[in-house]
């Protein structure tokens, strides 16, 4: 078995998008974390996966059946990908200083490059993680470019120039 540095080494290599998945608890209070593990999983249904570490504070409010919110962040919104991947420190909310509106009734980053919104299927054990199961039930995207998370630093996606 390899070691916990060879592995996050690797990786680190490994592009990854990044998107602040959000949730509202029953008493209208926003909550919200900054996911790079989103990825698709099915065309029928429209599923998605993300992951979420076992103590992350909210994972306690996205049980099968909640609504969950999905911001594909864009290239210019890296201080926001930094600003939701800190641990709360309450009072204040990792919302506090960010723009943000209810959209179907979930946080949402209006300068996102994308937003999908769904409803939590089933939650499947994946080591210190628990990798949630979603199915869409709306979606939007954007011209914008996408924010990814790669060697440990952001950037964006370059299209390579085509041969001729």
Known sequence: MIDRETFT????????PVTVVTATTADGR????????FASLSLDPPLVSFALDRASGLLAH?????????????????E???????????????????????????????????WAAGRVERHVDGGDHVLLLVRLEEAESTPAAPLI??????????????AS
């Open 149 to 162: 998370y790669a060697r440990r630093i952001f950037g964006t996606h370059t299209p390579l120039a085509v």
């Open 62 to 78: 996205l049980r099968p059946g909640d609504r969950v919110g999905v911001n594909i962040l864009g290239a210019h919104q890296q």
């Open 80 to 114: 926001v990908a930094s600003t939701f991947a800190r641990r709360r420190q309450e009072p204040r909310s990792k919302f506090d200083g960010v723009t943000w509106t209810l959209r179907s009734g979930l946080p949402h980053l209006p300068e996102s490059a994308g």
């Open 30 to 37: 926003p909550h919200g974390s900054t996911v790079s593990s």
């Open 9 to 16: 080494e690797l990786m680190s290599g490994v592009c990854a």
